[in-house]
């Protein structure tokens, strides 16, 4: 098994600018009993982005015809609470290949990179950037090159450098996953468990 | 050379390698599963062809979405039943010890691992849920994990892992009557914010974490992960020891001296370096609720919900969204609300002695007619001994009634749902938009808040009932 392999993208961004979105909203509790990874992105954001009925809710961004793209922007602490895996499936799932913030919760961070999602973090100033571009044109491009590790308003030519470990980004770059990684060592392991005893 | 953290020194004993521009090969002895984050990790070794590494090394148990009713009965609910079976499925083909929804040691992961001694001082432990960092109170470099790290440790008894940066919370001095280890927390994460452990492991410190008991060390380093940080731990000392001993699973005998001979090396040198440290002083701690829709939104009960103004500009959107939620005006008093709800349980607040607090405090007394009371406890053993002890009959009288092991309303996988638009005083972790059931409110506090909310109907401070 293998993650997708990161390409670069250049796509519109649908923007959530609201601080701490917990993995509770990304993906409620009622929607983990499931035992596959698929299918989650069905109920991703379901109680901001459906009533009660069912029916979807017309402010909130995914369900605006105005956004679209493979790109998530959302506030401070993203992905905080939970340590359900769901929620980086679920964002998957619907479509997105690369979540950008000015901050990640630790635990979402590491499950978007096993998915293959990548989690962009930004500064304040440029956050502020993308969300103002986005108001100014809801189909305003942004690219993310992970090779160089950098993330362009296509509109302004406003751009950031962004971190990642070379680890990690060879990872994404090439599919490969840590699993494969630690399998590979598994004599190393074995011998470390023989030094403790 | 500065001397090393008691974080550094558990960490460092368990990297078998270092990747070069990356994550450290972290050695994990002790990991906890259930029925929810654990299938998809199994089905992943199952299509790689490959076995559990360590059997052994992994201990499960259902807590997630079971019911807290009927538990002799199969699951009513379908997908729950399923996952359920699974788990036991997964397990048998594997040959991982499993405590089922039947067997006398159930109860949420967290609870189970320390009553049966399967947590001790110095190990590593991870699990398929946040709160995992429970087991921090006993020294230990615990934390959760995604299901992809599950399958990770499955597989190869490590994960792959970056090492996260240290901070040391101390809290000096004493604490007042009716002031307990969950106000400590609130307190601490009203203080940092739901993010501003981020990055961090905590050590806690100072006379007050080291008076209180191993339940109240636990509820503490719980609630790590609603800064943010990764985990929490607390060094350990005879409090720790005494209690460990004589539990299932802990070393017996001449080796149970041997441990504590090792265990009693496990702190932090005097001249290590935090990168952060924090201070607080315990005689500034009073009774804590939340107020609004993320654990860092907490205040003393006596105290009024910040005004607009208050808060920070950068923040206010987001302020006004979560207050908006809760139906709270923005600069109103916290104390007198009506409340409907009562859930005293979960992996914060689900053990013995949290049950004891509420029995002590509400025996004698009937809890107001209108608040449905909701008591579970963490495990089996909790249960039982809640019996043996009196509590569920003293409960009962008081019009309170316990329910079966499980982690219940704290995340409504199950029936306990908190209807949408009430409002609960929870013991639990989260007060997140729905967490407790769609549309439902929640404040979170501690036993004695809960209990005294439950008597009064309204938040009450809990000094205030004598």
């Known amino acids: ?197 | 050379m500065a001397g090393k953290t008691l974080f550094d020194k558990i960490w460092d004993a368990h990297v078998v390698d270092k990747i070069k521009g990356g994550p450290s090969v972290l050695y994990i002895d002790k990991h906890l599963i259930h029925e929810v984050t654990s299938p998809q990790a199994f089905a992943g070794i199952d299509s790689r062809g490959i076995s559990v590494f360590r059997p052994e090394q992994t201990v499960a148990t259902p807590d997630h979405n079971v019911p807290t009713v009927d538990q002799h009965l199969p699951i009513k609910d379908e997908l729950s039943r399923f996952q359920v079976n699974k788990l036991t499925e997964n397990c048998e083909k594997h040959g991982v010890t499993l405590y089922g929804l039947n067997h006398p040691y159930q109860g949420i992961v967290h609870v189970i691992g320390p009553e049966l001694g399967i947590t001790q001082p110095g190990m590593t432990m991870v699990c398929g849920d946040s709160h995992t960092s429970t087991h921090g109170a006993f020294g230990s470099v615990a934390f959760g994990i995604g299901t992809s790290e599950v399958e990770m440790v499955l597989a190869t008894q490590c994960i792959l892992q970056p090492k996260p940066k240290k901070m040391r919370i101390s809290v000096e001095g004493e604490l007042s009557e009716g002031v307990t280890a969950k106000d400590v927390i609130l307190y601490i994460i009203a203080k940092i914010t739901a993010s501003g452990g981020t990055g961090y492991f905590i050590e806690y410190a100072g006379s007050a974490i080291r008076d209180l008991s191993m339940e109240g060390r636990m509820t503490i380093c719980n609630m790590s992960i609603e800064s943010g940080a990764r985990g929490g731990l607390i060094a350990p000392d005879q409090t720790t020891f005494d209690y460990v001993k004589g539990r299932e699973f802990a070393p017996k005998g001449e080796e149970f001296n041997q441990a504590v001979e090792k265990w009693r090396k496990l702190k932090s040198d005097d001249d290590a370096v935090f990168d952060k440290e924090l201070v607080f002083e315990a005689a500034d701690i009073e009774p804590m609720i939340t107020y609004g829709t993320n654990p860092g939104m907490g205040a003393k009960i006596k105290d009024h919900i910040p005004t607009v103004e208050e808060v920070d500009p950068a923040t206010r959107e987001s302020y006004k969204k979560s207050l908006a939620y809760m139906g709270f005006e923005p600069g109103s008093p916290i104390e007198g609300r009506e409340v409907d709800y009562v859930f005293v349980g979960s992996c914060t607040n689900g053990r013995i002695e949290d049950l004891r607090e509420v029995v002590k405090f509400v025996k004698g007394r009937r809890k107001a007619d209108q608040v449905t009371a909701w008591i579970v406890p963490g495990s089996k053993q909790v249960e039982k001994q809640a019996n043996e002890e009196g509590i569920t009959a003293a409960l009962e009288a008081s019009g309170f009634k316990l329910r079966q092991p499980g982690c219940s309303a704290c995340l409504a996988m199950n029936d306990d749902k908190i209807p949408e638009g009430k409002l609960a005083v929870a013991t639990s972790n989260r007060n997140f938009e729905g967490r407790q059931g769609p549309g439902s409110r929640t404040m979170l506090a501690s036993p004695l808040a809960a209990a005294a909310a439950a008597l009064t109907g309204r938040v009450t401070d809990p000094r205030n009932i004598n």
């Open chain 1, 1 to 197: 098994m293998s993650i997708e392999k990161f390409q670069n993208i250049e796509s519109a961004a649908v923007p959530i600018p609201i601080e701490n979105v917990d993995t509770d909203q990304i993906i409620p509790a009622r929607f983990l009993k499931a035992t596959t990874r698929e299918g989650f992105g069905e109920n991703l954001f379901r109680d901001w982005r459906y009533d009660k009925s069912g029916n979807p809710k017309a402010d909130f961004p995914l369900n605006n015809p105005k956004f679209s793209g493979a790109i998530l922007v959302g506030g401070k602490n993203f992905g905080s609470g939970s340590s359900r895996e769901h929620a980086a499936w679920a964002i998957h799932d619907y479509g997105f290949k690369v979540v950008i913030s000015n901050f990640f919760a630790d635990i979402f961070k590491n499950n978007a990179l096993n998915n293959g999602l990548l989690p962009v973090q930004v500064s304040d100033n440029f956050l502020v950037s993308i969300f103002k571009a986005i108001e100014a044109d809801a189909g305003t491009l942004i690219k993310v090159d992970l090779e160089k590790q950098e993330i362009r308003l296509l509109a302004t030519g406003e751009s950031e450098f962004f971190q990642i470990t070379p680890y990690k980004k060879e990872c994404l770059l090439n599919g490969y996953d840590d699993i494969e990684y630690l399998l590979n060592i598994k004599e190393k392991i074995a011998q470390f468990e023989k030094s403790r005893t």
